[in-house]
């Protein structure tokens, strides 16, 4: 079914074939590697990933000097969906560790 989201987490849809996401009714428009990143942290809920790990899994490149290409890209995946309210406060930083998508259980 098409219109079911693959993922949904609050008022979160994420519709991977469709290569879209949405909050509400409001479409996130989000290049691939935005939506990979966030894709690849929502099927790994309340796992902490490092900014390496991260990079090696998305980009598919060792992560040599390029770790504040992760940050930029969590920080653009933030503003995005929180063009819509509330503020979307899934994605966490975890300090020293890298990142994680929260879930309440």
Do not use: C
Request: charged residues 30%.
């Amino acid at each position: 079914d098409d219109n079911k989201p693959d993922i949904q987490v609050g008022d979160l849809r994420i519709f991977i074939k469709r290569h879209q996401v949405f909050r509400g009714k409001t479409e996130i428009n989000l290049t691939g590697k935005e939506f990979n990143l966030l894709l690849f942290l929502a099927h790994h809920p309340n796992q902490v990933f490092s900014k390496k790990y991260l990079f090696e899994m998305i980009w598919h490149l060792d992560a040599l000097g390029e770790l504040a290409t992760v940050t930029v890209h969590v920080n653009r995946l933030r503003d995005k969906l929180n063009e819509v309210e509330p503020e979307f406060t899934a994605i966490e930083t975890v300090w020293g560790n890298g990142y994680r998508f929260r879930v309440e259980e």
